[in-house]
């Protein structure tokens, strides 16, 4: 019993606080000096049995509040840190520990924080679930959040940050990669790092696509993915690390407020980064242009899917080395749209997106299928648009896939440089006339005046509706 040593610093500085005693009057009454007092208050030094029993015996205090953790306190504790929102954050239950030992109080208050904020969150919850049913719309429901300003801002500017893209260069030459990218990045990733990249199965990790534990040193990816899929991963890590200045650099320059906006664009930016590490520029381009931009062709010489390279081709706008200027769309199947960008920005003005004849929305029915089409706007506008669905993670036997589409679009004047151009003149070559194999579309319903339109889904607010009883037409929303 001796030999028995109690770690309890914390306990022992809250004993000589709630007496208001100095360091220097409990060791003299204790018989030890005051530094040795300040090692044990530190844990730093052990409470042995004999300094245990004359703390008692001189103090008039329980032994137990001496010995032993506080189960509750960890426990309330461990709550908190198992929301979603802090989950990972902690490697064990030590820290909780000591928390709960060194700053009691706090970690209550803390504790009373979070059954706060659970409790206003289900209020909200509760509150909105009363409004939807008696039919009224939320002011969240109108608010404009975070991730939407980060897409607007996306939208509005061109798709390409220069310095990101030489940075993404340099880094691969550094690299040299040969055949194997997803090999070159793991080791740089573990030699310059000590960051290890391992795929976990599905039971594991079955709600993310990847996770880094920063406290082990280890690149988690699920294994829902696809080799492309993770090999982006993988890249997105390495690029945060190696092209830092260069992202937050291009973070700066988009004007954002706060801190999830943020952090949101710079999720994008390194989204980016990772594409150019990919496909570095140069290398890309002269593909790209020697392939007619045929997407099939560079995802096979780059080793990467369809929607890599989508993507990679709205980014080529360097001076003196522009690539055809596409645009990109992805929407689900109940039309939602997830992105929107440019190679000089999205043209919602000129294009719009919006319209039902559209080939995205044709595209779920023919899933893995290239559509091709010339749409012309209202305005006469004409563009040449490519539409294939995209194929979510790996979904279990009982999970139903995430399906997605993707349009491609450019003005119609760059055709002879596109392999899908060649669609577009055949089919007019077959047909009796031009204007037959031209989809007449619009930038939205609200904003189209085709009259007659069988894929109308609301009327224009710029033209009154026809209410003459005596005739019906063929759209759902007849107007004059």
């Known amino acids: 019993m ?152 996306f939208e509005r500017r ?49 709600n993310l696509r990847r996770r880094y534990d920063r406290h082990s040193m280890r690149l988690f990816l699920s294994e829902r993915l696809s080799p492309f899929d993770q090999l982006r991963e993988v890249a997105m890590e390495a690029c945060q690390l190696a092209l830092r200045d260069e992202i937050g650099a291009a973070l700066d320059t988009l004007g954002l407020e706060g801190d999830e906006a943020r952090r949101l664009a710079r999720f994008e930016l390194a989204r980016y980064a990772a594409h150019a590490l990919m496909m570095p520029y140069g290398a890309f381009l002269a593909a790209a242009q020697r392939a007619r931009y045929d997407i099939d062709v560079l995802r096979s010489r780059f080793r990467v899917s369809y929607e890599h390279v989508a993507n990679r081709i709205t980014t080529l706008q360097r001076p003196g080395q522009e690539g055809v200027p596409f645009f990109l769309l992805e929407i689900d199947n109940a039309g939602h749209k997830f992105r929107r960008s440019g190679a000089k920005g ?76 060649g669609a577009i003149e055949t089919r007019r070559a077959a047909g009796s006339s031009v204007g037959r194999e031209t989809t007449k579309v619009g930038a939205a319903c609200r904003l189209c005046e085709r009259q007659g339109c069988l894929a109308r889904a609301e009327p224009p607010v710029t033209r009154p509706l026809g209410l003459d009883e005596m005739v019906t037409g063929l759209s759902a929303f007849d107007f004059q």
């Open 2 to 153: 001796a030999d028995q040593k109690i770690f309890a610093g914390p306990r022992v500085r809250r004993l000589r606080n709630g007496m208001d005693m100095t360091q220097t009057a409990m060791a003299e009454a204790l018989g030890i000096s005051a530094s040795y007092l300040n090692l044990i208050e530190r844990n730093q030094r052990p409470l042995t049995v004999q300094l245990l029993l004359k703390l008692s015996s001189t103090f008039k205090i329980d032994l137990d509040a001496l010995q032993g953790e506080t189960p509750a306190s960890v426990t309330a504790l461990k709550e908190v840190f198992s929301d979603p929102l802090l989950a990972g954050e902690l490697p064990g239950d030590q820290e909780l520990i000591e928390i709960s030992e060194a700053a009691p109080n706090a970690a209550a208050g803390m504790v009373k924080l979070y059954r706060a904020y659970r409790e206003q969150a289900e209020r909200l919850s509760d509150l909105s679930s009363l409004l939807a049913r008696e039919g009224h719309e939320t002011v969240a429901a109108g608010a404009k959040l975070p991730i939407d300003v980060v897409r607007e801002t």
């Open 158 to 206: 061109s798709n390409h940050f220069a310095a990101i893209d030489k940075a993404a260069e340099v880094f691969h030459d550094r690299l040299a990669p040969g055949e194997d990218l997803t090999g070159a990045i793991r080791a740089w990733l573990s030699r310059e790092h000590g960051i290890v990249v391992r795929a976990l199965p599905v039971h594991a990790m079955p």
């Open 346 to 421: 999205y043209p919602h003005a000129r294009f719009g997106g919006d319209c039902p004849k559209l080939n995205i929305h044709a595209a779920f029915s023919q899933p893995g299928q290239i559509l091709v089409d010339a749409v012309e706007l209202t305005d006469g506008a004409e563009f040449l648009v490519v539409s294939r669905t995209l194929e979510g993670p790996q979904a279990a036997f009982n999970e139903r896939v995430r399906r997605t589409a993707l349009l491609l679009g450019c003005d119609i004047g760059f055709r002879d440089d596109i392999i899908y151009g």
